[in-house]
Structures are given as C-alpha cells and as structure tokens.
C-alpha cells in the first residue's frame, strides 16, 4: 500500500505519521513535479496542503488511486470534474474543526456585545469610563450552513442562552440543534430577525456571492455579519457598502476569495470590520488531531469498513445525517 502526502516534504512535517509506516510506504510531493513522480503506483492521497490544485493537472498519473482524504473541510480546490467523476472515495477532516471555529465565533460575538474593543481604547487614554453593554443571551442568531461546524457553533452559542436558526438547502422543524431551518430561499426572512448573521457555508457553484447586498440590505441596522465558511460565499462589495452606510453595524471575516488578503484590498479599509488570516479552525496541535482522524479512517480502509466523512463528490459536502 503506497499513501502519497501532498503538500509535505518529509515524515516529520505530518506529526503521527509514524505509524503507519510499519504496513504502508509513504512517499511525499511537496510541490507539482514530486506529486506527477510519486502518483503513478499510489493507492491513497493524503492532501495535507488544503489550499493545493495540483492534482487536478496530474490526475492522468492517477490510475491506482482508490482514496484521497482532504485535511480540511471545504474540498472545493480538489472538486475537478475528473474527480467527481471517478469512483474515487473522497473524504475530509469534518469535525476535526468545529469546536474551535464555535470558540472564535462565540469570541467575536462576546467582543461586540460586551465593547471590549471601546475599554481597550479608554484604557490607553486612562480614561474611566463606565457604560452598560447588552447580554448576549436572549439575543438571535442565524446560521447559514447547517452542517457539522454550524451545528458545533449553534450547540455552543445554545449554551449561554442564545436562540439559534438555521439556513440550509430545506425547510425543516424538529432538529435537535436548531429551533428552525429555513430554506435557502428564504434567507431575506431568516436574516431580517436576526441579531448575528454566521455564514459556514462550503464553496460550491450555488453558493458563491451568496451574500448580497439584498441579505445585508435585509439584516438589522444593529446587526453583524460573521462568515468562517468560504469567502467566495460573500460578495465583497456588497459588504464594504453595507458597512460604510451603516446597513449593519458590524462584520467578521476569517476567509477570503483571494488568500493571503492583498494588502491594497479595500476590505482593510472597511468600517467596523476585524479581519483576522484563516485561522478560526486552527488550534495548538490540530495537525497531529488530523493526522489521527486520518489514521482511524485508515484503519477502517484496511479492515474493508466503511469510511467516514465520505463527502459527496456532486454536492462538495459531507451531507448531515440525522
């Protein structure tokens, strides 16, 4: 069994590895030419680089490929037509991500809510100041995207009190986590009584510029906007306006159309906006958490089991089970 991690160039860049070197070959492509070498004869990829596009361009060296796991939970830079056409399993590191981005999320909200940003300042001006801030609890948030990380985040913000509502592909009633799901056509509605508007939706051709001026135009003039889902989701502009008049009164993003954010990109100058470098899914010691989910699926794979988050090649996703 020959495993190829692209995206890395040595054992000791994928901690935990280790372990299966005692019944598996391991080989690594750290840029396009080791991957056109090493593909040819690999039974499983293992896409430590999220963010690479290479396979796509060397997928005719891809004729022993029987599994690739993505360590990431969006799989829109692997998603190429050959691919999704394949019968090539394809899986990625849902779960691994979701308390961490709910702990950012519910950071963000506790920020706003509580003005730690205005103590900060009245701080460096020596100034006591004492003002009133609102309680997060009571207040309603919308999340748009209710898969795995939608659901870590609503659980938590369920936890100190907020009323949490879902967005997702259909209407529904009795979910265990969210009070309703609305349909994605109806998200004018959903967001308009909402005090958070937290986008997590995955990159997929229906998603993109998701968020418009008319969701924004149709928020709160008090409420924010959180996307930790794909940035391609947000049409950019449309944001920048919505802020700059005051549409809603604030806004957080943690990912972008374009990665690392271009220093001369208007978004740095928008109003009210924190703008923080992909980072809400990452935690102290996260790899060696996906190397270790990646090592159970594994052992599934050996046993001739079933694999988990198994996405599903025509919808990008891993689709929830209820």
């Not at 293992?46 to 005719?60: A, P, V």
């Not at 909200?109 to 940003?117: A, P, S, V």
């Not at 109806?186 to 001026?213: C, K, R």
């Amino acid at each position: 069994m020959k495993i190829l991690v692209n995206g890395a160039e040595k054992l000791s860049d994928v901690p935990g590895l280790e372990v299966v070197t005692s019944y598996a070959q391991v080989a690594y492509a750290p840029d396009e030419a080791h991957l056109a070498k090493e593909l040819p004869g690999s039974e499983i990829l293992l896409g430590w680089d999220f963010r690479g596009r290479e396979l796509s361009s060397q997928w005719r060296h891809a004729h022993r490929l029987k599994w690739i796991h993505w360590c990431g939970a969006g799989v829109d830079a692997v998603l190429f037509d050959e691919l999704i056409r394949s019968d090539v399993i394809l899986t990625n590191a849902q779960g691994l991500f979701d308390r961490a981005m709910a702990e950012y999320v519910l950071g963000y909200m506790l920020m706003e809510t509580k003005r730690f940003i205005g103590s900060w300042e009245f701080q460096k001006a020596h100034n006591w100041q004492y003002r009133l801030t609102p309680m997060l609890a009571g207040q309603r948030a919308v999340i748009v995207g209710v898969g795995s990380i939608g659901r870590g985040i609503a659980t938590l913000l369920k936890a100190v009190g907020v009323r949490v509502t879902g967005v997702g592909r259909r209407a529904r009633t009795g979910d265990p986590v969210f009070e309703r799901i609305d349909a994605q056509p109806d998200i004018l509605q959903a967001v308009s009584e909402a005090d958070w508007v937290i986008g997590v939706l995955p990159s997929t051709p229906s998603t993109v510029n998701y968020f418009t001026q008319a969701v924004f135009t149709a928020m709160a003039p008090t409420a924010r906007f959180v996307n930790v889902g794909r940035g391609d989701a947000v049409d950019d502009q449309a944001l920048i306006r919505a802020l700059e008049n005051g549409d809603i009164a604030g806004a957080m993003l943690d990912v972008f159309r374009e990665e690392p954010l271009p220093a001369s990109a208007p978004l740095w100058r928008a109003p009210h906006l924190v703008i923080s470098p992909h980072m809400s899914g990452d935690y102290t010691d996260f790899h060696r958490d996906m190397v270790r989910q990646f090592v159970d699926n594994l052992t599934n794979y050996r046993n001739g089991a079933e694999l988990f988050n198994m996405v599903d090649k025509q919808l990008g996703f891993v689709p929830t089970k209820l």
